[in-house]
């Protein structure tokens, strides 16, 4: 492959495409955990714009319904008479109409960021219509198989929850008639022992979740499948390769916590500042008992604004895992296909 020009420290870019060689040859050789975390977080950095600008899209009504009730909720925040009320109501109304609208939005981020990637890769211009256009056919196939996966996803974690919950009580008691009067003993103990379980318990949910993270990239890439044959699709990528599919899912919810760890408390440190600048002027404690809903009501906008900046790094590693894994398969060369746009990829 013919190379042009550099990009960044080590990534190296090809002329007249977006798909960016790393040190790791991305989409020609399989690849680590390390790796496709490595090569999303550098690919969404290279191309931010048109990445970030699907997430706005997909995001800019939840924002734009959030700041509309945040202008009446601050006044009914200052109102002196009936106003809190008020205020829980049009939180609770935002709430419901925004609902159906936040169930579908995921599912077409993730699908919109998964054509981009293919458009990217022959020099597609990305716009809405452009997206749109490719997502329609298999909208409701999409729809219909996450809605599927998010209720086995639901029940299986459901189950695991309970399980979770009744060792840790056993563990309470436990070490409650073991450590007698000694509470230093008691901390010791009941660390150990969750930290004991807890790790297979997380081992265990991604073993499961493997099978219905790639099931966008499949619904949206492969046109053979539909919302129930995706799903026996994925167990065909994923049984060969279920210790790699596992650690790979294990090491992505480790960088979307660090993300998210990292992006709440920018959100929290934002919202102490604006408290504490109007704690100047009032009382503190009135002020968070006055405008607590419009408060609230704020840090759910900067959310959704932190939201946008996030995701798509973290599909971006669904969308490599995927590829990863039709190539460890198929011996399939991702790039080569997807510069020639062949149908299934």
Partial sequence: METHAQSGDWRVTTLGTAILQSRF?????????????????????????????????????????????????????????????????????????LFPYLVVAPMVH??????????????????????WARLKPRFWHLIANQ????????????????????????????????????PTLAIVLTSILLLVITIPTLVLAA????????????IVLEERTDAITAFSRAVELVRPNLRHATLSCLAFWGVYAVFSIAVISLVGILLA????????????EQLLERWSLT?????????????????????????????????????????EALQRGEAGV
């Fill in 25 to 97: 040859r991305t989409l020609t050789r399989p690849a680590t955990p390390f790796e496709l975390m490595d090569d999303a977080v550098s690919y969404y950095r290279e191309n931010f714009r048109p990445l970030f600008n699907i997430s706005l899209w997909v995001y800019l009504i939840p924002i734009v319904v959030t700041i509309l009730l945040l202008i009446p909720m601050v006044f009914l925040d200052a109102s002196t008479t009936g106003g809190f009320f008020a205020a829980i109501a049009l939180d609770y109304l935002g709430l419901f109409l």
């Fill in 207 to 218: 073993m499961v979740t493997v099978w219905f993270v790639i099931l966008p990239q499949i």
């Fill in 110 to 131: 993730a699908a919109f960021t998964t054509l981009a990637f293919r458009m990217l890769a022959v020099g597609e211009p990305i716009t809405l219509r452009a997206l």
């Fill in 147 to 182: 809605l599927l996966a998010a209720l086995a996803l639901g029940g299986i974690y459901f189950v695991l929850g309970v399980g979770y919950f009744l060792l840790v009580l056993a563990i309470v008691f436990g070490v409650a008639a073991l450590a007698g009067g000694s």
């Fill in 295 to 335: 408060l609230n009501q704020l840090y759910e906008l900067l959310s959704y604004v932190a939201y946008m900046l996030v995701m798509p790094a973290m599909y971006l590693t669904s969308i490599l895992l995927y590829f990863d894994l039709r190539y460890r398969n198929e011996g399939l060369d991702i790039y």
């Fill in 273 to 284: 500042i604006v408290v504490g600048v109007m704690s100047i002027y009032v009382n503190l």
